[in-house]
């Protein structure tokens, strides 16, 4: 047999045992992606919980506030000066930042996932509202050129 056929008989055995090995290195790289997946979740569930927490406990220092400075318009009932605090806050922005990270949206990707609690989290920290205004009311209050 010729050294050229003898050659390429050794580069198709070659080739038939990496295909045989194809599968398993498959399953092993699908395992990994899996843990990583389970990771990911992990991580993105921990951060959700750390800003709902911190929402809720901004929540509470506006909600004390606010009941503060209610309480002589309640004629010095704090229970009345609660209630008042509660209902009037109900749609603020603070408890729009307490639902939006109290929720567990099911989104397949949690890649999309992480995106979106990333730019939520930057306009928290920066003291932003949960949604952007739009651009008409912005230019209206000046915050556009």
Same mark, same amino acid.
């Given at each position: 047999?010729?050294?050229?056929?003898?050659? #390429?008989?050794?580069?198709?055995?070659?080739?038939?045992?990496?295909? +045989?090995? =194809?599968?398993?290195? *498959? +399953?092993?790289l699908?395992?990994?992606?899996?843990?990583?997946?389970?990771?990911?979740?992990?991580?993105?569930?921990?951060?959700?919980?750390f800003? *709902?927490?911190?929402?809720? /406990?901004?929540f509470?220092?506006?909600?004390?506030?606010?009941?503060? #400075?209610?309480?002589?318009?309640? /004629? /010095?009932n704090?229970?009345?000066?609660?209630?008042?605090?509660?209902?009037?806050?109900?749609?603020?922005?603070?408890?729009?930042? =307490?639902?939006?990270?109290?929720?567990?949206?099911?989104?397949?990707?949690?890649?999309? *996932?992480?995106?979106?609690?990333?730019?939520?989290?930057?306009?928290?920290?920066? /003291?932003?509202? =949960? *949604?952007?205004?739009?651009? +008409?009311?912005?230019?209206?209050?000046?915050? =556009?050129?």
């Amino acid at each position: 047999m010729p050294a050229e056929d003898a050659s #390429r008989l050794e580069r198709l055995d070659a080739l038939k045992v990496k295909i +045989a090995l =194809v599968p398993g290195v *498959r +399953a092993n790289l699908e395992r990994k992606i899996e843990a990583l997946e389970t990771e990911l979740v992990s991580e993105f569930r921990e951060a959700m919980d750390f800003y *709902r927490d911190k929402a809720k /406990g901004q929540f509470a220092a506006e909600l004390t506030a606010n009941m503060e #400075r209610n309480l002589p318009a309640c /004629g /010095g009932n704090a229970r009345r000066a609660m209630l008042a605090s509660t209902a009037a806050m109900e749609h603020s922005e603070a408890q729009l930042w =307490v639902n939006f990270f109290s929720s567990r949206e099911a989104s397949s990707d949690i890649a999309t *996932r992480i995106e979106k609690l990333l730019e939520r989290a930057v306009r928290f920290e920066a /003291g932003n509202p =949960v *949604r952007p205004k739009p651009e +008409a009311e912005a230019k209206k209050a000046g915050e =556009v050129s």
